[in-house]
């Protein structure tokens, strides 16, 4: 009988050089580590014309899906500079903040990174284009609502403009 073995993989935050998201992309991809770079379109503006270039949603990140090895190859990679760590060891991300954060990007829209984590009701979408969709309701501009999905490692959270269609279930701590 054949012993299988499971190597558990889990999601951490990799820190990159400055400006070195899509290198390390690049990087990972040539080392097969399996990884996901946040990404929104921004309209540039120059002197004589605007441009829509893709930009990484967190600046100096880049998420791997990884064992242990894998994780320890990803830090060989020259636009790696370290993985995030909490009390000395490498920070495990909860897997459903990844999905919320493709889910949200996935609809392609208008986002607004902020720098800390919002307070407030702590919400689940049941309908319209984020469906399943947990983070905390805010207000950022006058009777506007947005959502905050947060990365909580990062201390970073995305927030997206709510459609009028979207009905919002409280949820319960």
């Known amino acids: 009988m054949q012993n299988l ?3 558990k993989r889990n999601w951490y935050a990799l820190y990159t050089k400055p400006r070195h998201e899509f290198k390390a992309k690049e990087q990972l991809s040539a080392v097969s580590v399996e990884h996901y770079l946040p990404t929104f ?3 540039k503006q120059w002197s004589d014309r605007k441009k829509k270039i ?5 600046k100096g990140y880049i998420f791997i899906y990884a064992n242990e090895k894998e994780r320890l190859t990803s830090l060989e990679q020259t636009a790696v500079v370290r993985t995030i760590s909490f009390k000395g060891k490498p920070a495990v991300i909860p897997e459903w903040e990844i999905e919320n954060l493709k889910k949200v990007l996935s609809e392609s ?3 607004i990174v902020s720098e800390r984590i919002e307070t407030g009701a702590h919400v689940k979408i049941t309908s319209g284009p984020f469906n399943g969709v947990e983070g905390v309701v805010t207000e950022y501009q006058k009777d506007e609502k947005y959502l905050a999905v947060s990365v909580e490692l990062l201390q ?3 927030l997206v403009k709510l459609p009028k269609e979207s009905v919002i279930k409280i949820k319960e701590s």
């Open 41 to 43: 379109l921004k309209t």
């Open 109 to 111: 829209p208008e986002v």
């Open 5 to 7: 073995i499971v190597i």
């Open 54 to 58: 893709l930009e990484p949603l967190f």
């Open 156 to 158: 970073r959270s995305v």
